[in-house]
């Protein structure tokens, strides 16, 4: 079984942060392109699945 990890407050506060600032960014990213760049990650998520699962 893997592990689980935990995040304190601090953590949570500063991803949330940079959720917003990035969303802003991506609500500029033309709706067409959207879904290619989604395609693109999912195709390097697989491609490195053994490197994050580990």
Same mark, same amino acid.
Not at 9 to 22: C, F, G, I, S
Not at 25 to 44: N, Y
């Given at each position: @079984?893997?592990?689980? +990890?935990? +995040?304190?407050?601090?953590?949570?506060?500063?991803? @949330?942060?940079?959720? /917003?600032?990035?969303? +802003? +960014?991506?609500?500029?990213?033309?709706?067409?392109?959207?879904? /290619?760049?989604? /395609?693109?990650?999912?195709?390097?998520? /697989?491609?490195?699945?053994?490197?994050?699962?580990?």
């Amino acid at each position: @079984m893997g592990g689980l +990890a935990h +995040a304190e407050v601090e953590n949570l506060n500063a991803a @949330m942060a940079a959720t /917003r600032k990035d969303f +802003a +960014a991506w609500r500029r990213v033309w709706t067409l392109e959207r879904p /290619r760049i989604l /395609r693109c990650a999912a195709d390097l998520l /697989r491609e490195r699945t053994f490197y994050i699962a580990d």
